[in-house]
Structure formats: C-alpha cells, structure tokens
C-alpha cells in the first residue's frame, strides 16, 4: 500500500495533535502539513496559517477543526481536487449541501463520529428500531461532552437519533428541551438531551422506554484516540477513491473485505 500523504486542517486543536500522534505510528499514513490559525508548530510537518496557503502535495485532508473553518476546506479540496474527511460536527445545513455538491466532484466523506463502535450501534439501532418503535417504545437519546465543546447536541447524538427514524419511517421529530411545553410526550418524538462538563470525551445512552420495561445501549469514549484512529483509517480508504460522498460505514466495509 503506498503511502497516504495528509494534511491536517485543525492540527494545533485537541483531536488535531491526537490524529497527528496516531498518525505518526501508522507506516501507511503520514502528515504531510498543517493548517491551524491560532497554533503554532510542534511536530516535523509545516504549519499554515489558512488551507488556501498550503502549497505540500497531499492525497487527502482530514478536517478537525470549527464549523466557520470548513467552507474554505470545501473550496480548496474541489479546487485542489483532494479527497476530504470531514469529522467537524455542528455544520448548517448550507454547508451540508455544499459538501454534497463538492461530492460530485472529488471523494468526500463525512461523519458526525469516527468510531467503529458508534458506527456499528448506528447499525444495531436500525434492527432495535423496527422492533420497539411498533411496539410502542420512546426513543430518547441522552448525549455527555466535556465542557470545550461548542455544539450542542453532538453530531453523533443526531446521528443516532437519524438512524432511529428512518427505521421508524421517517416521521419522527427531534426535541431538544421540554422546559417550554406542559403536555404528554407525544409518541412519534426523540427527545434529545445534552450534557456538558469537566473532561467527558463522549458518552451516548439510547433509551428505549415502554411498558414496564427499558432498554438501554449505550457508548463510552474513553479516550480521543478512537476518533483518530477512524479518521485515518478514513483517509486511507478515501486516497484514490472516485468521487462521491462516503462515510464510515463504507470504511467499515472495506476493513472487512
């Protein structure tokens, strides 16, 4: 397998520096340059202050930075024709289609959670689904993060909460608080809570409550390192791939085969 040359948008955050370390030990992927404006350098590749900057070749970009960073991440990669990982959560719905359209022209995955165990309780949550939700279970997600983190709720909690109604038709709405309403739950709901302090990576518990009986799945990050790793397995999956838009399921996939 030849070499995956990356670059690192968001390189000086907290997932920047830890993708940078599992990076480094990995024989098959390697940063080829930074971008970060407000860090400075602490490792062998070049720093830029903005992408649009970047002049080292690269086979992909791997994005961990802020929303308002990954318009010009969009641009560059269509522009540049590299392939992007897009791992930074709490993006609009412009920058969404962007992305789809920037799809059409260059390989691009995205994915509110790099994990592999996420992705595979997105998969158990479809089979979960088709059998609570008839039955009359109420879907509930409660998401925890450390207090650093700026969106609320996570992309994975969404994420979730998405794979919970398309098993369930579709026609399920997500509600965030309940603080402004006095009245029963209504059952076509998944209520979505978020909870932010100290040092939390990442915890998601999916409630099932129905009659005289829960059931719960839930998963624990423990550390950063699992969301790096995902997204440079993620980046080796997408060096060389036609364009289009992927996601970590495709990964998953392909580890298998």
């Known amino acids: 397998m ?6 690192l948008n968001g390189a000086c955050g907290h997932m920047g520096r830890v993708v940078s370390e599992i990076a480094s030990q990995d024989k098959d992927a390697r940063i080829v340059a930074g971008v970060d404006a407000f860090g400075d350098a602490y490792s062998d590749f070049p720093l830029f202050r903005s992408i649009g900057e970047c002049t080292v070749p690269a086979d992909v970009i791997i994005d961990f ?25 709490g993006l609009s719905d412009g920058q969404i289609e962007a992305i789809k359209k920037a799809s059409g022209q260059v ?25 609570l939700l008839p039955n009359g ?63 939390i990576v990442g915890v998601h518990d999916v409630i099932f409550a129905g009659q005289d009986e829960v059931i719960e799945i839930k998963h ?21 791939a036609k364009p289009g838009l992927y996601d970590m399921s495709n990964v998953i996939d392909a580890m298998a085969e």
């Open 65 to 89: 930075s802020t929303a308002k960073a990954v318009d010009d991440v969009v641009r560059f990669g269509v522009e540049k024709k590299i392939p992007m990982v897009i791992c930074t959560t």
């Open 2 to 7: 030849a070499e995956t040359r990356i670059i």
């Open 220 to 240: 624990t990050a423990y550390s950063r390192a699992i969301f790096a790793k995902g997204a440079v397995s993620a980046s080796k999956f997408l060096a060389g």
């Open 137 to 199: 279970f109420d879907p509930e997600i409660v998401e925890e993060h450390h207090r650093r983190k700026l969106d609320a709720p996570s992309g994975t909690a969404v994420m979730l909460a998405d794979s919970i109604n398309e098993a369930g038709g579709g026609d399920y709405t997500y509600v965030y608080g309940r603080s402004d309403r006095r009245e029963q739950r209504p059952q076509k709901e998944i209520g979505i809570s978020s909870v932010r302090g100290g040092t």
């Open 107 to 131: 390989a691009v995955l995205r994915s509110g959670n790099m994990s592999l165990g996420i992705n595979l309780l997105l998969k158990l949550l479809k089979t979960a689904s088709q059998t």
